[in-house]
């Protein structure tokens, strides 16, 4: 069907658009009417993200899903089950006996048939652009539905607190057991680094191994000096053996710089000068002369002998000062290994107290840990704040008349055209030139004018007779 002949049709069968119309108008007021009417209250909540104890932001509340969540638990029996207790609806003789009398004698449990009851008409509407949450509940009593909204809102701030301290009270006895373990971890740690540093002696490593250190280096810079001096002296023995073999002991450096040696030599001169001054005036014979000569020949064997003596006592300072660098090396070698054994203690006296700082670390983190859970598993203040509490209302939810009206009206119409259109193919009528061209397929050769009516013709022969 086109839609001009849908036009003609509803033109010609609008009697039956209109009845059908009227007819459902009219039966969705009756009904409407009868309908009882219940009353909405609703409570609002607002959902903090924010951690009631720490006061940071959670992440898992930052997330869209956490509202989903909250929904779900609101919406829950357990929650329900919640209402029901605070409602004393088990304890309720009216309630009892509907409840038996709906289950065939009191079959199942009687919280959970009426906290089922109480989420059938419970509307839970979160805002899209906030977190606050709507609870609304519908009942025949304005006061009762007002009640069950502020009781459920209550009982989900109850179920959240619940949800969140039971777990903290859990993890809080695990933590408890494994502070108690990482203490005697602790304490062993330190027993280990105490009884080291007892059986070494050690009161601080650094400060021991910074003396020792500085002992190594004033012994080995001992230890190079004397290597020196020994050197030398090996060297000046050796000159002062050659000396002596081939007669120039008296030339030797050392010789030439002793005192003794010195003054015998002075001596010498003196005699010597005297004696050939007294030569000139005495004879050779003179007792005078010949004292002088004794003299200056005791002298001179006394200096040799000294010069001798200067040259061999080089062989003695050689031994000592070898001797001296012997014992030199030998206290640097100690000095090394007990800068090596220190070392090697200190090392050991680090690894002992790494053990402690990382037991230690580990005790404090779950000490921390410990005292979060703790407070946690305490809290009696949930995330969640009544906002608005629902109080009873004056006008009726539903049955919500005139938006029924309207939607039967948009109804009525649309069953009143299906009906006309109904009618029309059932009998179909030629009403337009168009529709017996559609039927007979020949070409239309004349049109005749409609037939007046009755009223009509009447009128037409009125104006003819005046």
Same mark, same amino acid.
């Given at each position: 069907?086109?839609?001009?002949?849908?036009?003609?049709?509803?033109?010609?069968?609008?009697?039956?658009?209109?009845?059908?119309?009227?007819?459902? /108008? =009219?039966?969705?007021? *009756?009904v409407s009417v009868q309908l009882p009417k219940r009353y909405t209250s609703v409570a609002q909540v607002i959902v903090d993200i924010k951690d009631p104890i720490g006061g940071g932001v959670l992440a898992a509340q930052a997330g869209s899903s956490y509202m989903a969540t909250q929904i779900d638990i609101i919406n829950s029996r357990k929650v329900a089950l919640r209402v029901v207790d605070r409602l004393r609806l088990a304890e309720n003789t009216t309630a009892v006996e509907q409840w038996r009398s709906s289950t065939d004698g009191g079959q199942g449990s009687i919280r959970h048939y009426y906290a089922d009851l109480?989420?059938?008409?419970?509307?839970?509407k979160p805002s899209r652009?906030?977190? *606050?949450? +709507?609870?609304?509940? +519908?009942?025949? $009593?304005?006061?009762?539905?007002?009640?069950?909204?502020?009781?459920?809102?209550?009982?989900?701030?109850?179920?959240?607190?619940?949800?969140?301290?039971?777990?903290?009270?859990?993890?809080?006895?695990?933590?408890?057991?494994?502070?108690?373990? !990482?203490?005697?971890s602790l304490d062993r740690a330190q027993g280990r680094l105490s009884d080291y540093q007892? +059986?070494?002696?050690?009161?601080?490593?650094?400060?021991?191994?910074?003396?020792?250190?500085?002992?190594?280096?004033?012994?080995?810079?001992?230890?190079?000096?004397?290597?020196? /001096?020994?050197?030398?002296?090996?060297?000046?023995?050796?000159?002062?053996?050659?000396? =002596?073999a081939l007669g120039g002991a008296a030339e030797l450096p050392d010789v030439v710089a002793n005192p003794l040696v010195a003054q015998l030599k002075a001596d010498q001169a003196r005699m010597e000068g005297k004696l050939k001054e007294q030569g000139a005036i005495l004879g050779a014979n003179h007792p005078e002369i010949l004292k002088l000569r004794q003299e200056l020949e005791s002298n001179r064997a006394r200096l040799a002998r000294e010069i001798e003596t200067v040259a061999n006592s080089l062989d003695k300072t050689a031994m000592v000062n070898t001797q001296r660098e012997a014992e030199?090396?030998?206290?640097?070698?100690?000095?090394?290994?007990?800068?090596?054994?220190?070392?090697?203690?200190?090392?050991?006296?680090?690894?002992?107290?790494? $053990?402690?700082?990382?037991?230690?670390?580990?005790? $404090?983190?779950?000490?921390?840990?410990?005292?979060?859970?703790?407070?946690?598993?305490?809290?009696?203040?949930?995330?969640?704040?009544?906002?608005?509490?629902?109080?009873?209302?004056?006008?009726?939810?539903?049955?919500?008349?005139?938006?029924?009206?309207?939607?039967?009206?948009?109804?009525?119409?649309?069953?009143?055209?299906?009906?006309?259109?109904? !009618?029309?193919?059932?009998?179909?009528?030629?009403?337009?030139?168009?529709? =017996?061209?559609?039927?007979?397929?020949a070409p239309l050769l004349a049109e005749i004018g409609a037939v007046p009516t009755r009223m009509q013709r009447r009128q037409a022969w009125s104006k003819v007779a005046s």
């Open positions: 069907m086109t839609l001009a002949q849908l036009l003609v049709t509803l033109r010609v069968r609008w009697w039956v658009a209109v009845l059908v119309l009227a007819t459902t /108008v =009219l039966t969705t007021l *009756v109480l989420l059938k008409y419970l509307e839970v652009e906030s977190t *606050v949450v +709507s609870i609304g509940y +519908s009942s025949g $009593d304005p006061n009762f539905a007002a009640t069950v909204a502020n009781e459920f809102a209550q009982a989900y701030i109850d179920t959240n607190i619940e949800l969140r301290v039971e777990p903290a009270r859990q993890s809080a006895s695990w933590f408890d057991e494994q502070t108690r373990q !990482l203490r005697e007892r +059986s070494k002696g050690i009161v601080s490593a650094e400060e021991r191994l910074d003396v020792e250190t500085l002992k190594l280096q004033e012994l080995s810079s001992q230890a190079t000096q004397l290597a020196a /001096v020994a050197v030398e002296s090996a060297k000046r023995r050796s000159l002062a053996k050659q000396a =002596l030199a090396r030998a206290a640097l070698e100690r000095q090394r290994a007990r800068v090596l054994q220190i070392k090697q203690a200190r090392e050991e006296l680090t690894v002992l107290q790494r $053990d402690v700082e990382n037991a230690q670390r580990a005790y $404090d983190a779950v000490t921390q840990r410990l005292t979060q859970t703790n407070l946690e598993s305490q809290a009696v203040q949930a995330n969640i704040l009544l906002l608005n509490r629902a109080e009873p209302s004056i006008e009726p939810s539903s049955p919500r008349i005139v938006l029924n009206v309207a939607i039967s009206a948009f109804l009525g119409l649309l069953l009143g055209v299906a009906a006309a259109v109904a !009618l029309e193919l059932a009998n179909r009528r030629v009403r337009r030139p168009e529709d =017996l061209l559609e039927v007979i397929r």
